[in-house]
């Protein structure tokens, strides 16, 4: 019975110590929040959100969801492998009155943290004061 044990623990430990060194996807951004500063109403602002993989799993994006109907999110579709690139990218058309704005882009991913976070801020100027 102590040999039975002992046959697994040890199977056990070799299973722990494979599984520790083989990380999960992970996102590592060059920068995390873009202030857009002023941009001119019901005219597109853009910016990419770029990206490494820093795990050793490939980086799925699932979903790409904004906090306004005014922002459209683009992202690298297909698997990101390990030391790869990838990227989101929002663009903002922003309209009714010239106020500061803020917002996110939610990720949800199969990385070690599932859900990221990106922020958004700026101003919406009349054109002819931009």
């Avoid at 494979?18 to 202030?35: G, L, R, S, V």
């Avoid at 010239?98 to 700026?122: D, E, I, M, Q």
């Amino acid at each position: 019975m102590k040999k039975i044990v002992l046959i697994f623990a040890l199977i056990l430990g070799i299973g722990v110590i494979a599984k520790a060194q083989n990380k999960p996807a992970e996102f590592k951004f060059e920068t995390e929040t873009h202030d857009f500063g002023k941009i001119a109403l019901n005219k597109p602002a853009s910016f990419t959100f770029n990206f490494t993989n820093e795990g050793d799993q490939p980086l799925i994006i699932s979903n790409v969801e904004t906090t306004c109907g005014c922002t459209v999110g683009e992202y690298t579709k297909t698997p990101v492998k390990k030391g790869e690139k990838g990227y989101v990218k929002v663009t903002i058309t922003k309209g009714g009155a010239p106020l500061p704005f803020n917002g996110t882009v939610t990720l949800t991913s199969n990385a070690r943290t599932t859900t990221k976070v990106l922020y958004l801020k700026g101003e919406t100027v009349a054109e002819s004061s931009k």
